[in-house]
T-cell receptor
Framework: RKEVEQDPGPFNVPEGATVAFNCTYSNSASQSFFWYRQDCRKEPKLLMSVYSSGNEDGRFTAQLNRASQYISLLIRDSKLSDSATYLCVVNGGGGGNKLTFGTGTQLKVEL | NAGVTQTPKFRVLKTGQSMTLLCAQDMNHEYMYWYRQDPGMGLRLIHYSVGEGTTAKGEVPDGYNVSRLKKQNFLLGLESAAPSQTSVYFC???????????????FGQGTRLTVV
């Protein structure tokens, strides 16, 4: 089983739609979780951290489910500019503490 | 602050040539990482470092060597480049929040390497 798994997509949605992505992780000791956005082979950029209580930033909401070992990202009122690849990132936990990236989910928002 | 800076931004190598990619961060971060990204694929961890003088293998370490002689620099070396190493290379750094948690990763702008 991969350490971090995501549905690669693509998710094609109309402008204004609500879309949700899930990401599962295998290490139950993981402590830090993030969502990144990557545009066309540019460097990934932090979208938001994911906290145990869930957190919201404008149209974006992130949730963490430790029992089922997954995190989610909800995008409301999708914009054309939201088209990108969304990467799930998990801190491995334990002595290693390295950050592990999922392969990303591609989102295409269309008119 | 410059953040994370990668040198060079672009490079074309001939098969068998060697080169070193430099990653420098000015944020005093403990952790540094080298990833490669191939078209249509996610980031794959090559090597990483949890502190000055220490390095560890990631998911795809073969054909690469690394060194972290100074905390702010993480070097990635290709001793004998192969066409399969054509890729975009990203360096990143993060800091330790506590024994169990690392911060988010801060990325450099990437190095586009072509091996012909």
């Amino acid at each position: 089983r991969k350490e971090v798994e995501q549905d690669p997509g693509p998710f094609n949605v109309p402008e204004g739609a609500t879309v949700a992505f899930n990401c599962t992780y295998s290490n139950s000791a993981s402590q830090s979780f993030f969502w990144y956005r990557q545009d066309c082979r540019k460097e990934p950029k932090l979208l938001m951290s994911v906290y145990s209580s869930g957190n919201e930033d404008g149209r974006f909401t992130a949730q963490l489910n430790r029992a089922s070992q997954y995190i989610s990202l909800l995008i409301r009122d999708s914009k054309l500019s939201d088209s990108a690849t969304y990467l799930c990132v998990v801190n491995g936990g334990g002595g290693g503490n390295k950050l592990t990236f999922g392969t990303g989910t591609q989102l295409k928002v269309e008119l | 602050n410059a953040g994370v800076t990668q040198t060079p931004k672009f490079r074309v190598l001939k098969t068998g040539q060697s080169m070193t990619l430099l990653c420098a961060q000015d944020m005093n971060h403990e952790y540094m990482y080298w990833y490669r990204q191939d078209p249509g694929m996610g980031l794959r961890l090559i090597h990483y470092s949890v502190g000055e003088g220490t390095t560890a293998k990631g998911e795809v370490p073969d054909g690469y060597n690394v060194s972290r002689l100074k905390k702010q620099n993480f070097l990635l070396g290709l001793e004998s480049a192969a066409p399969s190493q054509t890729s975009v290379y990203f360096c990143a750094s993060s800091y330790l929040i506590n024994m169990l948690q690392a911060s988010e990763a801060f990325f450099g702008q990437g190095t586009r390497l072509t091996v012909v």
